[in-house]
């Protein structure tokens, strides 16, 4: 009999790894925010400091139309309307 293909086979480790209950001890909790959202124009790509500015945003400020968390949503900011060539 052949044996699995290692996609097959990874899949069954990571479904037996996911069944396994947890060390909770192996975890530290970590307080704060460590995700920030911010609406942005599109086609454009955010940098990895805008990000990192964005987060302190977050944690010093809490979350505002400028960073935001999934659970405290701000709308997209108006766009301006252009005429219809």
Do not use: C, Y
């Not at 530290?28 to 990192?52: D, N, Q």
């Amino acid at each position: 009999m052949p044996s699995p293909a290692p996609s097959h086979h990874l899949t069954r480790i990571n479904a037996g790894l996911l069944r396994a209950p947890l060390d909770h001890a192996s975890f530290e909790r970590f307080s704060g925010a460590h995700l920030a959202l911010w609406w942005i124009p599109a086609g454009t790509v955010p940098t990895p400091e805008e990000g990192e500015r964005r987060l302190e945003t977050l944690r010093a400020k809490g979350p505002s139309a400028e960073a935001f968390t999934l659970r405290d949503r701000f709308d997209p900011p108006a766009t301006p309307q252009f005429p219809h060539s």
